[in-house]
């Protein structure tokens, strides 16, 4: 039962940020101590090995410093930031180069999108109080969304679905 419950938590927690991200521009702090605690708990729950656990926070640690950095420099936002390094946790250093790439190439097309929408302001999109801050040209990019979908494109091919459905 429990490994029913964490294989729609991951997935769960991803679309939430992505739609708070769209929404708000912001990805509220308790989706990533949420990814990261529920984390800990399968780790232990399923006894994954030290070493791989240790080699998954390290990655996730590692992320952290990277994005931190690019938060500071003004390049992404600091739920980016968080949002990004709990991915990292989860798909470990065997799959974190495809999600960078995943989630670059889908965040290269949703910038696209954006300037080109900021662009023609669609009048349904520019009147809307939801999506208003899509047509603002000075406003960031909701670059949660794409680090959400590369996180959930990538999901299945990691150790701890491996972990969680026996694969």
Known sequence: MIEAVALVLFPTLMVFAAFTDLFTMTIPNRVSIALVGIFAALAAYTQMPLASALAHASCGLAMLVATFAMFQLGW???????????????????????????ASLIGGVLTLVILELRRREPPVVASSPRFAHLCDKMAGVPYGIALAIGGLLIYPQSRVWTLLVGA
């Open 76 to 102: 992404i936002g600091g739920g980016d930031a968080k949002l990004a390094s709990a991915t990292a946790l989860w798909l470990g250093w065997d799959h974190l180069l495809d999600y960078g790439l995943a």
